[in-house]
């Protein structure tokens, strides 16, 4: 199986702060990755797809980048409404196996 | 407006069995896989089966294969995750989530349900 790993794991930051989000493969997954925000008690939401693809209705201060075994989630300039926990999920796997997504990165206000 | 209703969630004894529900509306059912995902109490998400959108394909994690089922009726744009033998680290937070593709080979989520508790205890 693909193991999914965060970096860091939990992240403080101050809103107009710019942070990135590191995600690692174990092995290549070419772009086939997506990002999801969480906030408590809610679902998850899709931010990204396929690597660096702005899922519709998302604000431009998210970006992706990334292929093959490293990839990033950036926000440009951190909103109140930006702090919640973030996950990686590969899709390169196919059928799916194993658990496809990271541990998750736990952004909290300074 | 896309909507995903759960339902079934329960407090079940361990080896028990429990059958979730999950309640689609505003987008063409057949046209699209579905899965199941689930986060245990303070911990990361676990994606759990896939069904495709006509039925014919599943494909299950490691750790629910062979005692869990999904299935889905289309005529009732709904689907389920029979869930038997269960065990305590079962427990968890259930979502139903729509995958963006038919075929459920590369699951993406774009919309999810508010999640179903299970709770597997004595």
């Known amino acids: 199986d693909i193991q999914m790993t965060q970096s860091p794991s939990s992240l403080s930051a101050s809103v107009g702060d710019r942070v990135t989000i590191t995600c690692r493969a174990s092995?290549?997954?070419?772009?086939?990755l997506n990002w999801y925000q969480q906030k408590p008690g809610k679902a998850p939401k899709l931010l990204i797809y396929?690597?660096?693809s702005l899922q519709s209705g998302v604000p431009s201060r998210f970006s992706g980048s990334g292929s093959g075994t490293d990839f990033t989630l950036t926000v440009s300039s951190l909103q109140p409404e930006d702090f919640a926990t973030y996950y990686c999920?590969?899709?390169?796997?196919?059928?799916?196996?194993?658990?496809?997504f990271g541990q998750g990165t736990k952004l909290e206000l300074k | 407006e896309v909507q995903l209703l759960e339902s079934g969630g329960d407090l079940v004894q361990p080896g028990g069995s429990l059958r979730l529900s999950c309640a689609a509306s505003?987008?063409?059912?057949?046209?699209?896989?579905m899965s199941w995902v689930r986060q245990a109490p303070g911990k990361g998400l676990e994606w759990v089966s896939v069904?495709?959108?006509?039925?014919?394909?599943?494909y299950y994690a490691d750790s629910v294969k062979g005692r869990f089922t999904v299935s889905r009726d289309n005529s009732k744009n709904t689907f389920y995750l029979q869930m038997n033998s269960l065990r305590a680290e079962d427990t968890a937070i259930y979502y139903c989530?729509?995958?963006?593709?038919?075929?459920?080979?590369?699951?993406?989520?774009?919309?999810w349900g508010q999640g179903n508790l299970v709770t597997v205890s004595s």
């Open positions: 989530a729509k995958d963006v593709g038919i075929t459920g080979t590369t699951p993406t989520f774009d919309y």
């Open positions: 505003g987008f063409t059912f057949s046209n699209h896989a």
């Open positions: 069904i495709s959108g006509g039925g014919r394909n599943t």
């Open positions: 092995q290549s997954i070419s772009n086939f």
């Open positions: 396929l690597a660096s």
């Open positions: 999920q590969q899709t390169y796997t196919t059928p799916p196996e194993g658990n496809t």
